[in-house]
């Protein structure tokens, strides 16, 4: 093996590979450090938008069995909590995305990197210093090893060491909990989407991950500690949000194997790194699953990467990108989660508004999708949203003579424009008080 490289990168997860495999074909030699191999066992990101996949087909990894074996994604069926028909959203232009196991995925992507002979590849390896030298810990043989690379980039998660090594504070926010379930020889409603439903304890997203296995993702709140101990609890909070078919696969799920629980956290994507060491995916910033964008945002982030001098250029780079994206998924998770009367008068109206829109269904999902980030779209789309719901609930108020809640209402909706507002300007991140870190 090599004793020097042009690039380091700590976490072979999916951004780190990847990372690893874009410095490679621009002819760089690159230390790839693992430092616990088995970690892509965990339940972990398991969906990419358009957005991202474009990336992987300039990598060349578009290919691999994992996405093969499910066939493109062409979207979302959101199935409102009202029993009425669900919602089809495609992704604009035919675009596709893709679905997976994460650990299948993971393991692929491995064994491309490995092939690749710019790439060595080490595990189980961790950092353990930046200065004077970086170096790390080869925890086979004990040995401290120096890191002499022109370039470090960090994909080593949410919880990432190199960025506490930076000096740089976590400032994450717990969201949630959720939980990860596999079916077993079940139909969705509409193959090739991703389907998302309002439960009564939080959010519900399922896809496929393999050809007779389907993903179910069940959000609870923090203080839900019930749901994460009892299976029954858990079952009877969650099935009456689901078709039949699903509801049973789940009961059986339940019975066979317990749920895996992850706690979902939100920290904002503002610093990239310093001087010669970058941050790229969870590293940077996390977001709630629910818009499923975080790979595609990580990818992004390799994609800029390697096209960037230093910290300071990439951070420019990729800070107006991510904007949208992180907001429109604090926003979506508040609408699909909060049970005020307020924001289930906005879910109602999104459902009235993607019902009778093809307009506002493509604008929606060229969001989510990642391709359109322009805040004047975030914000055409959360002013339409906001406000018929107001206009339908302060009028419904004005009728009925219950004028003290016409005051509290309309207090309540003008916190919601902000949302909208937060799009028009280029510099503002809204972020909602919950998910603010103390000092942040």
Request: proline share 6%; net charge positive; charged share 25%.
């Amino acid at each position: 093996m090599r004793t020097d490289h042009d690039v380091a990168v700590v976490g072979a997860g999916p951004i780190g590979c990847a990372a690893a495999i874009a410095f490679a074909q621009r002819g760089a030699s690159v230390l790839l450090l693992e430092a616990n191999p088995r970690a892509s066992e965990r339940f972990a990101g398991e969906w990419i938008h358009p957005s991202g996949v474009e990336i992987l087909e300039k990598l060349g990894l578009t290919g691999l069995e994992a996405f093969a074996e499910n066939g493109p994604r062409r979207g979302f069926v959101v199935h409102p909590n009202d029993g009425s028909d669900p919602i089809v959203l495609p992704y604009p232009d035919g675009a596709t995305g893709v679905s997976f196991d994460h650990s299948k995925l993971v393991s692929e992507m491995r064994c491309r990197a490995v092939s690749i002979r710019e790439i060595d590849y080490v595990a189980p390896a961790k950092l353990v210093r930046l200065e004077p030298t970086p170096a790390y810990l080869h925890r086979e043989t004990g040995a401290v090893i120096e890191i002499r690379a022109k370039r470090i980039v960090a994909a080593d998660g949410r919880r990432s060491g190199t960025r506490r090594m930076l000096g740089l504070p976590d400032s994450s926010v717990g969201i949630s909990f959720m939980a990860g379930l596999t079916l077993e020889n079940l139909d969705l409603p509409l193959e090739g989407f991703g389907h998302v439903m309002s439960g009564l304890a939080g959010p519900i997203m399922s896809y496929r991950i393999a050809k007779n296995q389907v993903r179910m993702c069940l959000d609870a709140p923090a203080t839900a500690s019930q749901l994460r101990r009892d299976p029954d609890a858990l079952y009877d909070a969650v099935a009456p949000a689901l078709p039949a078919p699903m509801a049973k696969a789940l009961a059986e799920s339940l019975k066979a194997r317990k749920p895996v629980w992850m706690e979902t956290r939100f920290r904002t994507r503002t610093a990239y790194g310093r001087g010669n060491v970058v941050l790229v995916g969870d590293a940077v910033g996390c977001t709630h699953p629910l818009t499923a964008v975080g790979i595609s945002l990580g990818l992004k982030d390799v994609e800029a990467v390697v096209e960037s001098v230093d910290a300071a250029d990439y951070g420019v780079r990729q800070r107006a990108f991510a904007r949208v994206p992180e907001m429109l998924s604090n926003a979506l998770y508040q609408v699909f989660s909060d049970t005020q009367y307020d924001t289930e008068a906005i879910r109602q109206s999104m459902f009235h508004i993607w019902r009778s829109s093809a307009a506002e269904r493509r604008r929606t999902m060229g969001l989510l999708a990642a391709t359109d980030v322009r805040g004047r779209a975030f914000a055409t789309s959360f002013f339409r949203i906001g406000f018929r719901a107001a206009r339908k609930t302060v009028g419904g108020d004005l009728r009925d003579g219950r004028w003290r809640r016409v005051r509290d209402t309309v207090g309540r909706f003008a916190t919601w424009s902000t949302w909208p507002i937060a799009g028009l300007l280029p510099r503002y991140r809204k972020i909602p008080p919950h998910l603010r870190a103390s000092g942040h």
